[in-house]
């Protein structure tokens, strides 16, 4: 009985838990619509989400698109199918690597730092003088953000599909023999219009999940630096998970027909 009622407990402890964040999604996305808008906090998040994540994105496609050539020339070459890379490598960035690798990387960088922070505003008490000076901390902290990713991320996996791309471009004519122009060719002839839009509407979504699981967690961190610390790495344990889940859910509506 014991060993049932700890499952019971766990059980329960999961499905408070998403309650909790689903609430909590409800709540962000209600005071989106509302005023006061705070412009400021908007723009800072912008920079802060979209600007500054270019390198870290930016290499991390590039790597990914030049290894991923490799990869596919040398499975394709036990079958003499080294032709495929240039449709592979596009077909493989846009619809999975580019949108889940932007989305991991943004939990990582950006997740990260927005739950330490509103975790440790929390610690100091600075949320508390927020609503003294009757500022609602969702709408100053949350709302901000959390339009911030979902605005960016898609332009960030945009660049990402197109930096990771060409590193597939740079490797298979650098060190593989294609040809330039054909590779170029088959890589545009063969994608085709869902597959742009599924990448974009994959980086709108997992924006979404890395902000608001940042400010979930910053908003109900404990005390202390311990606090902190737990905040931080439960915010990027659960957006990792979250994105992974969303993509495979994401991927099933737009190809599974």
Not at 121 to 141: F, G, N
């Amino acid at each position: 009985m014991k060993f049932l009622a700890s499952i019971g407990a766990a059980s329960l402890g999961l499905f408070g838990a998403i309650g909790r964040v689903v609430i909590f999604a409800v709540q962000t996305l209600g005071h989106m619509i509302r005023p006061p808008f705070y412009l400021r906090e908007l723009a800072l998040s912008l920079l802060n989400i979209g600007w500054l994540s270019l390198p870290v994105v930016g290499l991390t496609a590039f790597f990914t698109g030049g290894a991923l050539a490799l990869q596919i020339y040398a499975g394709g070459a036990r079958f003499n199918a080294e032709a495929v890379v240039p449709q592979i490598v596009a077909i493989g960035m846009v619809r999975e690597l580019g949108p889940v690798l932007v989305g991991l990387m943004i939990a990582a960088r950006v997740t990260s730092s927005i739950a330490a922070e509103i975790a440790t505003m929390k610690v100091t008490e600075q949320i508390d003088a927020l609503v003294t000076l009757s500022t609602h901390p969702m709408k100053y902290l949350t709302v901000p953000r959390v339009l911030a990713a979902t605005l960016v991320v898609p332009l960030l996996v945009a660049i990402g599909d197109i930096i990771g791309i060409f590193g597939g471009y740079g490797v298979a004519t650098g060190t593989l023999e294609f040809n330039s122009a054909a590779y170029i060719r088959n890589t545009v002839d063969f994608l085709e219009f869902r597959d742009v839009v599924s990448s974009l509407v994959k980086g709108g979504v997992f924006g979404f999940i890395a902000a608001l699981m940042g400010c979930y967690y910053g908003m109900n961190s404990g005390r202390g630096a311990q606090g902190v610390g737990r905040a931080t790495k439960g915010s990027v344990e659960a957006a990792a998970v979250l994105i992974l889940a969303a993509n495979f859910v994401l991927t099933g509506v737009f190809f599974s027909l």
